[in-house]
């Protein structure tokens, strides 16, 4: 197996992109193996109104993941390890359970463990509420290296409110006392009105880098599109060596604005109507996109 | 309308079924909805698989949500193509080919200028039972496959040669025997394009090459049967069938968009030739792992059921990328068979 390879547990659907359908093929564009543990089998996401389908049981979930510890090592197969929308905390459970001895074998390089703790967008919660504190059971455990919540999701898991900078610098040093996660990125927050998209890194010494971009802001909702940002952002995180620092989203945000931007566009030319709500975010056809050169990074403002 | 609604196997880990075909599909441009037959930890040439089978009711109201609901999503149901692979039990066959008649039902004259008989969506049936020999399916899914195709639902068929024998019902050894099989998926099945993949070549006259033949009924005329020989590589991949077929889909319905001449010739040409570049690249990443991870120069052959080779020869979809897009002449000279 080469190096690129990953391990993604997230949602499946048939039509559209959004969970393992929004990380897989961008992954694997990027020159990724993934190994796509799916925790849904649903026609559709039910932004549509209706959809068909279920939630994969936590036995076949354990099923799966046993299945794949019998072929291989993880800690030898995968250099990433990817959770992300689960959609029940029994699930959840499962996979922690096979994850923790992973993360417990002396002497192995692991697997970073990144963390996309999907609870909901907009103040609004589409997960059970015991799914929010098996997260932090996650982010306690001692080996998530990164996690990419939006505003809501990290709002929800810090107990806090963004507001302003001092809030944002607040929140995210008590998060990191409270859970030692090296690194959290806040896929956007809203300050003032306008968008950023904020990293931390806790560093080697007390004082952690807090920096953050500005990000174009769309007047409408991109249904998948925290989990191509995820994605993104673990292969930029990787081809990083493992470190989040200004350059990891210097590369995805100028990405993902286009594919956005592209997708707005497309919607917008299929129906005449400006769109509130883009439920199929053109992945494929702007795949050109997923391969261009990192930005240059010289938006990026720090938080002293 | 690159749309295409593939049904065939998941696994997590390697490259078979949809993970063999949906990757390629994709990076050509298809936007590809994809429904699982069987989920999977891995495929069966581990010796040990972990997974489910997907359970009939499930699968049905998922067709019935892609499929008749058609408003709710931005496809109406409508697909320009339809690819289906390994369906592991004769259920869920039936089923799959329910919704694939009322695609065809509510079917629109396919643009070529050539081939007035074809309707969107294109449907390709890979009818995946075994290989070898060996019968990989409940022995059901035979019959089954049969009555499928007296539905005259299938626009392109690709078997390997021990599933063309289970579809009619006798052993192929010769030239004569291979041409009268097609001759009965054309005119009793009423499929305008056939490919014979994994062809025994010493039926071609030549024991070190795998054999694919081709064939395009096209009223009014006789048909000519085309051959390719293909060297052998010595090692036992798995997933070639379900990325040939795809690769086929991709390349066929660009060359009838274009209206190529013998457009099928040309695509299992260009197919033929990305794939031999897929193989050799398989192979030679596969003994370098393998001398990387067991220390041991000698020579290494991906072996079934035992996983401790098998997992060195997974095809190295993602890493060919870019011979997908080949659209040249093909590497291989088509022979014209006589019968």
């Known amino acids: ?36 543990v799916n925790t849904t089998n649903f026609s559709n996401h039910p932004g549509y109104g209706r959809f068909a389908g279920s939630a994969s049981s936590p036995h076949l ?3 799966l993941l046993q299945g794949l510890k019998e072929i291989g090592n993880f800690n030898e197969v995968y250099s990433l390890i990817l959770t992300g929308y689960t959609p029940s905390a029994g699930a959840m459970q499962v996979i922690y359970d096979h994850l923790i001895p992973v993360y417990a074998q002396q002497g192995a390089k692991h697997p970073a463990w990144i963390v996309d703790p999907v609870l909901g967008d907009n ?9 929010v504190p098996m997260y932090k059971k996650y ?53 003032d009105g306008e968008m950023y998209s904020v990293g931390f890194a806790a560093g080697s010494k007390d004082k952690p880098s807090i920096f953050y971009f500005p990000v174009p802001q769309i007047d409408c909702s991109f249904n998948g599109c925290g989990d191509l940002f995820t994605a993104l952002v673990a292969n930029a995180f990787y081809n990083n060596n493992r470190v989040l620092g200004p350059e990891v989203l210097a590369e995805v945000l100028p990405k993902l604005a286009k594919i956005l931007r592209h997708s707005y566009d497309a919607e917008l030319a299929a129906t005449g109507q400006p769109p509130s709500v883009v439920r199929d975010i053109r992945v494929v056809s702007l795949r050109h996109h997923l391969l261009e050169p990192a930005g240059d990074g010289s938006l990026v403002k720090f938080l002293d | 309308m690159k749309t295409v609604l593939s049904i065939q196997s998941h696994v997590a880990h390697g490259y078979v079924g949809g993970k063999a075909a949906i990757f ?25 698989v972990r997974g489910l089978a997907a359970d009939p009711e499930e699968l049905k109201l998922i067709l019935d949500q892609l499929v008749l609901q058609r408003e709710s999503l931005p496809s109406k149901g409508h697909y320009g193509a339809v690819i289906t692979g390994y369906i592991p039990n004769a259920t869920l066959i039936g089923i799959v080919h329910d919704y694939i008649g009322e695609m065809k039902a509510n079917s629109q004259q396919h643009p070529s200028g050539l081939h007035h008989g074809l ?13 070898n020999n060996y019968l990989y399916v409940e022995q059901n899914c035979i019959e089954q496959n049969k009555r499928v195709l007296s539905r005259k639902l299938v626009d392109i068929i690709t078997p390997n040669q021990f599933e063309l024998e289970l579809l009619v019902g006798y052993k192929i ?36 090459v795998i054999g694919c033949a081709v064939s395009t009924s096209v009223p009014g005329r006789k048909l000519v049967i085309r051959t390719f020989e293909v060297p052998v590589i010595k090692s036992y991949f798995t997933g070639v069938g379900d990325l040939f077929s795809a690769l086929l889909l991709d390349k066929l319905v660009t060359l009838l968009s274009n209206n190529a001449e013998d457009a099928l010739v040309l695509a299992v040409n260009q197919v033929l030739t990305i794939m031999r570049k897929t193989l050799l690249l398989t192979h030679r990443q596969g003994l370098e792992a393998a001398a990387k991870a067991t220390g041991n120069n000698g020579p290494v052959q991906g072996k079934i059921n035992d996983g401790d080779t098998m997992k060195y020869f997974e095809l190295r979809v993602v890493q060919s990328r870019d011979f997908f897009a080949y659209d040249g ?11």
């Open chain 1, 1 to 36: 197996m080469t190096n690129k390879s990953i391990l993604s547990i997230l949602s499946h659907v048939a039509h559209g992109y959004v969970g393992n359908r929004a990380t897989v093929f961008p992954l694997q564009y990027c020159g990724w193996d993934v190994d796509g």
């Open chain 1, 61 to 63: 979930v354990d099923e």
């Open chain 1, 123 to 131: 103040g609004r919660l589409y997960v059970p509420e015991d799914v």
């Open chain 1, 139 to 191: 982010f306690g455990s001692g080996h998530v290296s990164l996690i990419t919540p939006n505003q809501f999701e990290f709002e929800v898991l810090s107990d806090t409110k963004l507001s302003d900078w001092s809030d944002v610098r607040s929140a995210l040093v008590e998060f990191h006392r409270q859970y030692h996660i090296p690194y959290v990125v806040i896929s956007s927050v809203v300050i």
């Open chain 2, 24 to 48: 390629p599909l994709q990076a050509q441009g298809w936007d590809v909805d994809n429904i699982n037959t069987v989920n999977f930890s891995n495929h069966t040439g581990y010796g040990s």
């Open chain 2, 119 to 131: 309707s969107t969506p294109l449907y390709l049936l890979d009818p995946v039972m075994g290989d």
């Open chain 2, 173 to 208: 050894d010769t030239q004569e025997l291979l041409a009268t099989a097609i001759q009965t998926l054309h005119h009793e099945y009423s499929v305008p394009y056939v490919v014979i993949t994994s062809l025994d070549g010493t039926m071609l006259g030549n024991s070190s």
């Open chain 2, 329 to 339: 002449p093909g590497e291989y000279l088509p022979k014209e068979m006589v019968h």
